[in-house]
């Protein structure tokens, strides 16, 4: 009978992204929508976005991270990587809140775009007044 896997799954947000985050133990292989991280990601930022939570539990090389994402930009997607794997860490370990917490990467970060109202150019900004 073959060896069961423990794989531990969460789901993280941000804006529009959502990331779907399997952690597995591993070498520490990284694959964003089958891609390579590195092929994923061009920006320096976005890659440290989403390590932040392995760096800070010390679990850089530990696990092989799969993701899927869709919807919303790339900075959006990172910060969606980041709340799955800050989630999926805290099913591989509970012990793990407080430091986790405390850094507030369990928290979703709830900001979106606001919509563009009617009669005005955007969100907030308004067509200018013209009073003759």
Not at 20 to 32: D, E, H, I, S, W
Not at 44 to 68: A, G, H, W, Y
Not at 82 to 97: D, F, M, T, V
Request: hydrophobic share 30%.
């Amino acid at each position: 009978m073959a060896e069961k896997i423990s794989t531990w799954y969460a789901t993280g947000r941000r804006k529009k992204a959502t990331a779907r985050v399997y952690l597995r133990p591993g070498t520490g292989r990284f694959l964003v929508n089958t891609r390579d991280l590195d092929d994923f990601f061009c920006r320096e930022t976005d890659k440290m976005i989403l390590q932040q939570p392995l760096v800070l539990t010390s679990n850089t090389e530990s696990f092989d991270i799969n993701v899927t994402v869709r919807g919303g930009g790339t900075t959006g997607q990172a910060g969606a990587i980041k709340h799955g794997i800050s989630r999926a860490l805290l099913k591989y370990n509970p012990e793990l809140r407080p430091s986790l917490k405390e850094a507030g990467f369990l928290t979703r970060d709830a900001r979106i775009k606001e919509r563009k109202k009617y009669g005005q150019k955007g969100a907030r900004a308004r067509y200018q007044f013209s009073k003759r």
